[in-house]
């Protein structure tokens, strides 16, 4: 497995190609991307949970899942999120350019968007530069990758080949997230491409498992955005099927990875971000509760800072844990270690040397493990520390 | 009703005497305060419910309600939680450190700690201090509200009179907190002190009503404290009793004002902090959804930062309403106004001069109002902005 965030060639699934251009709303960034599959697809979504949600995303709600599926095509700078019956227009024209340059029908056309909320669409720029989109695609990601980014630094796609009973098959993912990432049903922006023959209700039941322990799990900011969506598009192109249940376990669990790999992509390049923290929350006494408590150590703006600072202070994560609602009498017998080193255990302060913890903080991951004592499940969660530059990002951003 | 914070001296109920010292604990700064009523005085408490609960918090939730209570000691510097039986054992001494010198049960002693989680408290130094802690008391609360101060700039008292069907009495409020702050059932550390005459029953409702629509309404970084708690001590001292209907609506209306003058106070002197955010949810078809809706708003990071960029980013208020799960059509109706200026209503952007808007948001009290123009309830909830400085603050306080 192969992730690929830089200027490295990120291969794309047979049938597959990609482009990205600048069509002029952003000043010299590429904002306009497409990627393209030369047959008719399978593709099923997940969207986000905000109650405010773009054009782009109610229209892809509406179309899937479905088996007819040619392009998604997505813009940078401008959200299409929160702009009235206006941008419902905006949109359909965005697929409408697609259909017209690929000869498909509309729907056969996904749209996502994102960047400034509020904004109406530059949709003339957008439709000029659409054959020009169409005719540079290519059998790689890197163009596409680099031209949905927002405020993120590194371009994010991970590649992969799973060899199955019937032979070889690709699954490629790319995404975008830097900022308003708290996902609640899917990232700011994801894709996972595959060449594999996958029937269209399976293909649903795998992006639903597998979002729900990668980019459900990752916080930069504990802003949910209005325009999250994560497609999962399998062109079959391959010839190979899942045939076998061996199949279906070796395919499910390279689309898990490869969406965990993407979605600890977004927390590194959190804004202002500088440490990627995991916290792993184990022997839960039940699921909801490992999920909720570990993210909550993820969103704490005092562990966060405390962090970014070098500084292994527990208290905060327990006080988080406790603000999660872990119970009482389960933090009295649980175990707290940072980076291996055991911190915190049956309810008190481990004698621990200090300094020789701190030193293990200035690396650019951070390990926090909490096990609980009480149960058999499990939870992990990705978050990144909080810095000045974040706050410098967010405050100059325009609107 | 006069907000006092500064140097202003700020006048005690009859029969409460208060005084701060430096015990050693911090280096320079007063760091043990107390609060005494001459006399057995009815006492009620509302309590973190974070599930990791300091000593002090758990020594309290036992002992009231009461109507037995003479002092309540309070330590900064030192949290006294997640300290195991030997942080029990600490707060018990502090309770009886003060019963020596006042004469009475140590069960007549509250307590309550604030400052860093996870330390044994330097209990030695408090117990030495108690004897001059006392002495030095006077009717004055200035030197207490230093005393329990930590990342606060400043004190933060109010004081006023109520006049009553039978006479005057007075109300004065003193609370501390700038971080860790989201309150969840009390804020940081608050205290109400009146010498009417109330009963119990009545205090606890008006200090839990009061508090729902005060401290807990207010966020500074979305972190539940382990400390939180808020007094509420009725003495008698005035000899004036709630008498009439009359007499408890306007005690409880001045307990009320009071509670939310410490409140703002608490999310104006924030870590970090430049401007006071006031946000006011109107007309929603219920109370915990404005209630939740407003508070949602004053916790996102990039509402936050974008006014503190002085930017009037009404999207990320929006995007933030439907994270919160204000539902779709509501969105698509509701009015979005801040600093008075209408910014979105009817489901699109409203044609308003930006940089008109821009120039009000130049001061140190914003305005955000939503009217969801569905039903009659409302919450206001209060909140600050985000510095680079919060992160300063952060990164740096020891532990």
Redesign the interface.
Known sequence: MTPGPGIQRTPLPKGFTASGVNCGVRRYRPDLGIVISDRPSVAVGVFT?????AAPVTHCQNLLPSDQIRAIVTNSGQ?N??????GVENNRAMAFAVAKELTCLPRQVLTASTG????QLEIGKIVEAMPELVERSTDTAESFALAILTTDLVPKTVTTTVTLSQGDVRITGICKGS??I?P?MATMLGYVLTDCDVPLGLAQDILVDATNVSFNMISV??????NDCCFLMANGASGVPLKTVEDLIAFKSAVTDIMKLLAQSIAVDGEGATKLIEVRLSHAPDLSLARRAARGVT????VK??I??E??????I??????E????PL?ETMTLKMQGFTL?E????SPVD?EAVRATLKTDKILIEVNLKAGSFEATAWGCD???K???I??????
């Open positions: 949970q905000n109650q405010c949600k959200a999120a929160a702009t009235g019956p206006e400034v909320i509020g904004q900022g308003m708290h609640n900011d504990g802003d949910t955005s209005t969103l704490s703006p005092l800072t405390a970014h600072g500084d292994p202070n527990w208290g905060r327990l006080a988080r844990l406790g603000a609602q872990v119970p009482g933090l915190f049956n309810g008190r302060p200090r909080l810095s000045k974040y706050v410098d967010n405050t100059e951003y325009p609107t």
